[in-house]
Nanobody
Framework: DVQLQAYGGGLVQAGGYLRLSCVAS????????IGWFRQAPGKEREGVSC????????YYADSVKGRFTIFGDNAKNTVFLQMNSLKPEDTAVYSC???????????????????WGKGTLVTVSS
């Protein structure tokens, strides 16, 4: 069975940082793009970033570009989302998901992703 598990959420002050981890199992890591999504209360789910180990492709939403960095560790089947300069508007439940193929050059769309992990809550206080 394919499983994804997100870790690393927590409470941080504005301007601070967190690193989220997404550990994947039951799939061939190189065959999939791993996307990070977030959903804040009362808002639609937003595709934040994507990483593909097969070709090194990445994608960042404009809302996080320059502050967030996504990278992977193939040996550990893990994708990390380093989040710096956090803002209160980054507060959301962050989830990771897997899609066959490389990252696309537009915001990850939830309906394209086949496997989902449970989210982790990120709270940024002002």
């Amino acid at each position: 069975d394919v499983q994804l598990q997100a870790y690393g959420g927590g409470l941080v002050q504005a301007g601070g940082y967190l690193r989220l981890s997404c550990v994947a199992s039951g799939l061939t890591f190189d065959d999939y793009a791993i996307g990070w999504f977030r959903q804040a209360p009362g808002k639609e789910r937003e595709g934040v970033s994507c990483f593909s180990s097969s070709d090194g492709s990445t994608y960042y939403a404009d809302s996080v570009k320059g502050r967030f960095t996504i990278f992977g560790d193939n040996a550990k089947n893990t994708v990390f989302l380093q989040m710096n300069s956090l803002k209160p508007e980054d507060t959301a439940v962050y989830s990771c998901a897997a899609e066959v193929g490389p990252c696309v050059d537009y915001a990850p769309q939830y309906y394209d992703y086949d496997y989902w992990g449970k989210g982790t809550l990120v709270t940024v206080s002002s």
